[in-house]
């Protein structure tokens, strides 16, 4: 067994405390190759600011869990190499067994998410209770979800969304113990969030989508102070990646995301986590597109791979600054 903290990493714990006492989101975001993972601790460093480094059943397996231990190690190492040791947090997104959750933890995940939303009410209780009681005695933070989130995101799948119902948090919390709740607001996972018959345009033919739901958020605020609040499915989608993407022979359509402007203002609520996955795939994905087309004798991986780490690091970058409101929250030495 690996513990997390024999690798540098910390728990949700104190940052989520930070978060709430500094009006700020952490940003949580998914990484399934070295690139990514450089571009994430690269932009938390420059913007001297906590991070999550996110992983799914999908890219663990994709990556192996052993070079994923790794992985998360060097990060660590990497920060501090940058000029300042930024708390890292490794965790599961949507683990959906028990099983899954303690390999997890076993092999140095600080924080799991178990995923019970799709189950019965008394069933998704008794299954995140199951993984909190193991992962707490390891010192690892849990979060829950109430509420069912649609679309397809690698291995999470759901047609219909179904809001969280606010009467239902404060019996959940209760029973599970988990350390963080992920809600249903409005949010959904995957680039294509809306269809456009759910969407209004503006004055250029822009879709927009429908506003979060915030009563909801700020209901369950009320029923649990204090408490931290999860966002899944909240990247924005930024259409010039879209564009650039479709100007170079891919095949997007009517992808439309969160607008950040929701997102910015659910940071300063109770939410103290927000999960970002397409955005960074969208950014990635329209750089190597680019370069592949325009050079197209272009065979090493470095020439490609190399421009959709930097326009990564920019976007997360961007991310933290002007939406989740977390740069400058740490203190480098």
């Known amino acids: 067994m690996v513990n997390y903290k024999d690798l540098g990493l910390v ?31 690269a932009a938390a460093v420059e913007c001297k ?18 070079l994923l231990r790794y992985m998360a190690q060097g990060a660590v190492e990497y920060a501090k190499e940058l000029g300042c040791a930024v708390p890292i947090v490794l965790h599961l997104d949507h683990g959906n067994s028990f099983e899954l959750c303690k390999s997890c933890i076993d092999s140095g995940f600080s924080s799991v998410m178990i995923d019970g939303s799709h189950l019965p009410y008394d069933e998704n209780v008794a299954l995140t209770r199951q993984v909190v009681e193991y992962a707490h005695a390891h010192d690892v933070t849990v979060e829950g979800e109430l509420g069912v989130l649609a679309g397809v995101e690698d291995d999470v799948v759901a047609e219909q969304s179904h809001y969280t119902r606010p009467e239902e948090v404060i019996d959940f919390v209760t029973k599970t113990g988990v350390d963080s709740l ?9 680039a ?17 989508p429908p506003p979060l739901r915030f009563d909801i958020l700020k209901e369950i605020e009320e029923k649990l102070p204090g408490f931290p609040i999860v966002l899944h499915g909240s990247s924005s989608v930024p259409q010039n990646y879209v564009a650039q993407i479709n100007h170079y022979g891919g095949q997007l359509k009517d992808a439309v ?3 950040e402007e929701q997102l910015s203002r659910a940071s300063k609520s109770a939410v103290c986590k927000i999960n970002i996955d397409s955005d960074g795939r969208l950014a990635m994905t329209a750089a190597v597109r680019q370069v592949i087309m325009e050079k197209p004798a272009e065979f090493d991986p470095r020439k490609y791979l190399g421009p959709a780490r930097e326009e990564l690091k920019k976007l997360y970058m961007h991310k933290i600054t002007n939406v989740l409101g977390s740069a400058n929250s740490v203190k480098c030495d």
Do not use: W
């Open 257 to 259: 995301g969160i607008p």
């Open 192 to 208: 294509v969030k809306f269809t456009p018959a759910q969407c209004t345009r503006d004055e250029n033919g822009i879709l927009i």
């Open 182 to 190: 992920a809600i249903s607001i409005g949010t959904s996972h995957g």
């Open 49 to 66: 600011s906590p991070v999550i480094l996110q992983v799914s059943a999908g890219a663990r397996n994709y990556a192996s869990s052993t």
């Open 11 to 41: 728990n949700t714990k104190e940052m989520f405390k930070d978060a709430m006492a500094g009006n700020y989101a952490i940003g949580a975001f998914n990484f399934n190759n070295m690139e990514q993972m450089q571009s994430i601790v």
